[in-house]
């Protein structure tokens, strides 16, 4: 049976789809590149250790996809 992906991998999945890079991403979102990337892989980093992303802020990064998605033209500046 098919393991179903985690929720960094289905956002991994939905950025290729749209054909967008991390760096197309990060213009668009005001996210960092690196932190797309830790999005993507579930885990972000940190004074050397690998924590799980919070449950709110993966929630923060899925708003903005869902709106890139709709077709919304938007900067978010996060954490500032």
Same mark, same amino acid.
């Given at each position: ?6 929720? /960094?991998?289905?956002? @991994? ?8 890079? $991390?760096?197309? &991403? *990060? ?18 980093? /940190?004074?050397?250790? @690998? ?8 929630? $923060?990064?899925? &708003? *903005? ?16």
């Amino acid at each position: 049976m098919a393991e179903h992906p985690h929720e /960094g991998e289905r956002a @991994r999945l939905w950025r290729v789809s749209l054909k967008l890079s $991390r760096r197309e &991403l *990060a213009e668009i979102t005001g996210y960092s590149e690196s932190a797309i990337q830790d999005f993507e892989a579930g885990f972000q980093r /940190g004074r050397g250790e @690998r924590a799980p992303i919070g449950e709110r802020e993966m929630l $923060r990064y899925r &708003l *903005a996809c869902a709106a890139i998605d709709a077709g919304l033209n938007f900067r978010w500046e996060i954490g500032r």
